[in-house]
């Protein structure tokens, strides 16, 4: 069984990608591989999993150091990245992807971008590696969800929130 199908190197975000996962289906379910040395030369220290309910969006969260690996396990969810990027040709654009169970992909969220992630079923298991030991909210950047400059044409109008991301700050002046 081969690890991927295919890499995809996003046009919107420098060092974006995606990689379409090859599955192995017969009558007793499925397998597939979420991580390969084959496809990525980072290093990953940590693994972390949110499960979500329908409407739950988390997010913009990020730092300047901690690239983060992707993917769905169970349900799906809308997932939007922003390069932030000092220096960057790419800062202040977004790619959004739909990511899930059933077409199982793994998207390589490079250093200094930030991601957010909106539940669209009933629940939704995402999980994401992390190349730095996980920094608390102090240490990191909290984006507003809906902010103008980013308009990541969020799939459901009002999200449910925490306390931190109803407290995001404006993309404009956010280099990391």
């Given at each position: 069984?081969?690890?991927?199908?295919?890499?995809?190197?996003?046009?919107?975000?420098?060092?974006?990608k995606?990689?379409?996962?090859?599955?192995?289906?017969?009558?007793?379910?499925?397998?597939?591989?979420v991580?390969?040395?084959?496809?990525?030369?980072?290093?990953?220290v940590?693994?972390?999993?949110?499960?979500?309910?329908?409407?739950?969006?988390?997010?913009?969260?990020?730092?300047?150091?901690?690239?983060?690996l992707?993917?769905?396990?169970?349900?799906?969810?809308?997932?939007?990245?922003?390069?932030?990027?000092?220096?960057?040709?790419?800062y202040?654009?977004?790619?959004?992807?739909?990511?899930?169970?059933n077409?199982?992909?793994?998207?390589?969220?490079?250093?200094?971008?930030?991601?957010?992630?909106?539940?669209?079923?009933d629940?939704?298991?995402?999980?994401?590696?992390?190349?730095?030991?996980?920094?608390?909210?102090?240490?990191?950047?909290?984006i507003?969800?809906?902010?103008?400059?980013?308009?990541?044409?969020?799939?459901?109008?009002?999200p449910?929130?925490?306390?931190?991301?109803?407290?995001?700050?404006?993309?404009?002046?956010?280099?990391?």
């Open positions: 069984m081969n690890t991927i199908k295919s890499i995809t190197e996003s046009t919107k975000i420098n060092d974006l995606t990689i379409t996962l090859d599955i192995f289906k017969d009558y007793r379910g499925e397998i597939w591989t991580y390969s040395d084959i496809y990525t030369d980072l290093k990953f940590a693994d972390k999993v949110t499960i979500s309910r329908l409407g739950v969006l988390r997010g913009f969260h990020g730092d300047p150091h901690t690239a983060k992707i993917t769905c396990l169970s349900g799906q969810f809308q997932l939007a990245v922003v390069d932030t990027r000092k220096n960057s040709k790419t202040g654009n977004v790619e959004t992807y739909l990511v899930s169970d077409e199982p992909m793994v998207v390589i969220v490079p250093a200094g971008c930030v991601n957010a992630h909106l539940c669209l079923s629940k939704c298991v995402f999980y994401y590696k992390w190349s730095e030991h996980y920094k608390e909210p102090e240490e990191q950047v909290t507003a969800w809906n902010d103008p400059d980013i308009n990541a044409n969020w799939l459901i109008e009002s449910i929130l925490s306390d931190r991301d109803k407290k995001g700050c404006p993309l404009k002046g956010i280099e990391l």
